[in-house]
C-alpha cells in the first residue's frame, strides 16, 4: 500500500516563504492533495496536483511535484501568523481510491 | 469549494450506549464517503469506505460491527459506534469524494465516552 511521510515540524519568521516536503511510495497515485488543519478543527483542502503534472500555483501557494523522485511540495508565499496550523499531504491510493495521509507537518510563524 | 457538514461536533455518551455521527454533502452527490479517525497529535487513520447502496468496506482491524456505517442516499453517510468504551474516544472526521477526484473533509466530530 502507500507510504506518505512528511517531517514534523517547520518554523518560519512571518513574511518568510514556507516549504512543506513530503514524500510518498506508490507511483501509480494520480491525486496528491495538501490539507490544512488548525486545533480542534477538521481538514481544509488547498490544493491538489495531478500526477501529469510538475507545478500548480493557487495565490500564495505552489505545488511543485517531482514524480520521478516521488516528492511532493508546499511552498506558501509570505507566511502570515494565521498559517500556523497542520499541514497533511496525502495520496491517493489507487487500489482503494482512498488518501492515505502524511504524519503532518506542523508549521508555526513566528513574528 | 464544496462543504461537507458533521453532526453533532461534540458529544459525551456513558459506556456502553451507542451514539450516531452523520456526514452530509451540502452542494454535490457523493457516491463515496469515508470515514477517518485521528488521535491527538496524530494523522488520520482510514476506518473505512462508505459506497451508497451498498456495505461499507472496513479497514483491517476495524471492527464492522462495532462501526456501524449507513450510506442510505448519495449525500448522507452515518457512523454508528455501539456500546462505546472510554478507548472510543476520540476525533472522527468523514469525507466525501467530489468530481475529479477531489475529496473533502467535513469539520470532525469530537466523541467523549465517560
Known amino acids: 500500500g502507500e507510504d506518505v511521510e512528511q517531517s514534523l515540524f517547520l518554523s518560519v519568521r512571518e513574511g518568510d516563504s514556507s516549504v512543506i516536503n513530503c514524500t510518498y511510495t506508490?507511483?501509480?497515485?494520480?491525486?496528491l492533495y495538501w490539507y490544512k488543519q488548525e486545533p480542534g478543527a477538521g481538514l481544509q483542502l488547498l490544493t491538489y496536483?495531478?500526477?501529469?503534472?510538475d507545478m500548480k500555483q493557487d495565490q500564495r501557494l505552489t505545488v511543485l511535484l517531482n514524480k520521478k523522485d516521488k516528492h511532493l511540495s508546499l511552498r506558501i508565499a509570505d507566511t502570515q501568523t494565521g498559517d500556523s496550523a497542520i499541514y497533511f499531504c496525502?495520496?491517493?491510493?489507487?487500489?482503494?481510491?482512498?488518501?492515505?495521509f502524511g504524519s503532518g507537518t506542523r508549521l508555526q510563524v513566528q513574528p | 469549494g464544496a462543504v461537507v457538514s458533521q453532526h453533532p461536533s461534540w458529544v459525551i455518551c456513558k459506556s456502553g450506549t451507542s451514539v450516531k455521527i452523520e456526514c452530509r454533502s451540502l452542494d454535490f452527490q457523493a457516491t463515496t464517503m469515508f470515514w477517518y479517525r485521528q488521535f491527538p497529535k496524530q494523522s488520520l487513520m482510514l476506518m473505512a469506505t462508505?459506497?451508497?447502496?451498498?456495505?461499507?468496506?472496513?479497514e483491517q482491524g476495524v471492527e464492522k460491527d462495532k462501526f456501524l456505517i449507513n450510506h442510505a442516499s448519495l449525500t448522507l453517510s452515518t457512523l454508528t459506534v455501539t456500546s462505546a468504551h472510554p478507548e472510543d474516544s476520540s476525533f472522527y472526521i468523514c469525507?466525501?469524494?467530489?468530481?475529479?477526484?477531489?475529496?473533502?473533509f467535513g469539520e470532525g466530530s469530537w466523541l467523549t465516552v465517560v
Open positions: 496525502a495520496a491517493m491510493d489507487t487500489g482503494r481510491r482512498a488518501l492515505t
Open positions: 462508505s459506497n451508497e447502496g451498498s456495505k461499507a468496506t472496513y
Open positions: 506508490d507511483s501509480s497515485s494520480t491525486y
Open positions: 496536483i495531478f500526477s501529469n503534472m
Open positions: 469525507s466525501a469524494r467530489a468530481v475529479r477526484d477531489t475529496i473533502y
